[in-house]
Nanobody, 124 residues
């Protein structure tokens, strides 16, 4: 079973930066995708950014140019570098994994394994 460990959340002032990390273990396939999703209070969960084991990437329009997703495939670790943070980005950020997926997946429903979530608070 795939397990995910997230780290890197916290409090930051608007305009600041944070880097989230997600380390995955237990993949059964060489093909997988790891994504970052967020859920703010009273709002639905939304896709932030995703990356496949082939290094295909996806970014939500709201974070393009501000966030960068990258991976260290030897460590099954994915990083989300978040710059120029805004208060509306305050949310619980979740790492999720889709095992056995050769193509990049961007919808939460395609991800079967989820981390516990890490709080990101951006103060204006």
């Amino acid at each position: 079973e795939v397990q995910l460990v997230e780290s890197g959340g916290g409090w930051v002032q608007a305009g600041g930066s944070l880097t989230l990390s997600c380390t995955a273990s237990g993949f059964n396939s060489e093909n997988y995708a790891i994504g970052w999703f967020r859920q703010a209070p009273g709002k639905e969960r939304e896709t932030v950014s995703c990356i496949s084991s082939r290094d295909d990437t996806f970014y939500a329009d709201s974070v393009k140019g501000q966030f960068t997703i990258s991976s260290d495939n030897t460590k099954h670790t994915v990083y989300l570098q978040m710059n120029s943070l805004k208060s509306e980005y305050t949310a619980v950020y979740y790492c999720a994994a889709a095992d056995g997926m050769p193509l990049l997946r961007v919808w939460a429903a395609d991800y079967g394994y989820w981390g516990q979530g890490t709080q990101v608070t951006v103060s204006s």
